[in-house]
């Protein structure tokens, strides 16, 4: 059984098409509205950050707990349930508060930060 290259015998080869738009007709430069990027939200707050680490936490922790037998296993599932569902919760609402915050005003160069 001989395989057979679908390459074989193409002498053809790619080409990089030309990006130049000089001599297309048709082509108008982009002109309106200038877009301007908007300012990133502010970094998290601790307590942002402290819920999000301990709504990651929970599971691991309750499972351990539950496979160690300091807690039962039913106890621990529900424990990380309701745990992590309000920790959860409130890591939502402080992203979303902070995002909805209002875009600082710039600083001028004069501004004397002392």
Do not use: T
């Not at 080869?13 to 990027?37: A, I, K, M």
């Amino acid at each position: 059984m001989a395989s057979q290259d679908p390459v074989e015998g193409r002498d053809e080869q790619w080409q990089q098409p030309s990006f130049l738009s000089e001599g297309q007709p048709g082509e108008r430069p982009v002109s309106g509205e200038v877009v301007v990027p908007g300012e990133p939200a502010p970094p998290p707050s601790m307590v942002e950050s402290i819920a999000r680490g301990l709504a990651g936490i929970v599971w691991p922790v309750m499972i351990l707990l539950a496979i160690l037998n300091y807690i039962g296993f039913w106890p621990a599932i529900i424990i990380a349930l309701v745990a992590s569902s309000v920790l959860g919760a409130v890591h939502q609402n402080l992203r979303s508060r902070r995002k909805a915050l209002p875009p600082r005003a710039p600083r001028r160069d004069g501004d004397d930060l002392r």
